[in-house]
């Protein structure tokens, strides 16, 4: 088992930028998350998809966000155009049920900087 | 007042101590709690779980939730270095939880001193 693989490790971009995040979840899990982590707003949920629709976006902080899920094995978040605001670590995650006691399995994110 | 409030840290102390990290909540019901585990430049992982008020052990690890006083707490028992880590507690409403409604604190970075 991989586990959670997220691309690139690390990310610098200038403002404006297009950044494209991307995510392969554990095979055979049926939820995948993207967060967002900040040391003043700790991990935020932006979006998560129950086998590859998306089902709640409300996280998703502007339009300038869009995340995407084509086929069971890979994710992408998107942001268009960056500011640095964005910069930050972005995680995704997946889990074979959305029961409480059934992990949330996550990458090691991609750390975003915008300058 | 926010949902769910934890001490950021740092907390320092000695190998082999014992090691108390809290959250307390406002919104009474939720009814999963669970304890993430973050180290440096990776993920978090899911370290306990309980399911309303009780305590929960798993080796060094206790976890204990008071419902009455909305306060939950992690123990961990002969503290090592290999402990040192950034832990999150994290709580639900739903047992359907999984992200729908799950509450996250922002952590406790934690330094467990050789």
């Known amino acids: 088992d991989a586990g959670v693989i997220q691309s690139p490790r690390h990310e610098v971009t200038e403002m404006g930028q297009e950044v494209t995040l991307r995510c392969k979840p554990i095979s055979g899990h049926d939820y995948l998350f993207w967060y967002r982590q900040t040391m003043m707003r700790g991990l935020e949920l932006l979006i998560y998809f129950n086998n590859n629709v998306p089902i709640d976006d409300s996280g998703m902080p502007e339009d300038r966000f869009s995340a995407k899920m084509p086929n069971a094995s890979f994710s992408t978040l998107k942001i268009q155009p960056s500011e640095p605001r964005d910069s930050a670590v972005y995680f995704c995650?997946?889990?074979?049920?959305?029961?409480?006691?059934?992990?949330?399995?996550f990458g090691n994110g991609t750390r975003l900087t915008v300058t | 007042q926010k949902e769910v409030e934890q001490d950021p840290g740092p907390l320092s102390v000695p190998e082999g101590a014992i090691v108390s990290l809290n959250c307390t909540y406002s919104?009474?019901?939720?009814?999963?709690f669970m304890w993430y585990r973050q180290y440096s430049r990776k993920g978090p992982e899911l370290l306990m779980y309980t399911y309303s008020s009780g305590n929960k052990e798993d080796g060094r690890f206790t976890a204990q939730v008071d419902k009455s006083s909305k306060y939950i707490s992690l123990f961990i028992r002969d503290s090592q270095p290999s402990d040192s880590a950034t832990y999150l507690c994290?709580?639900?409403?739903?047992?359907?939880?999984?992200?729908?409604?799950?509450?996250f604190g922002k952590g406790t970075h934690l330094i467990i001193q050789p």
């Open positions: 994290a709580m639900s409403m739903y047992s359907g939880g999984g992200a729908d409604g799950l509450t």
């Open positions: 919104n009474s019901a939720f009814q999963y």
């Open positions: 995650a997946s889990s074979t049920s959305q029961g409480a006691g059934s992990p949330l399995h």
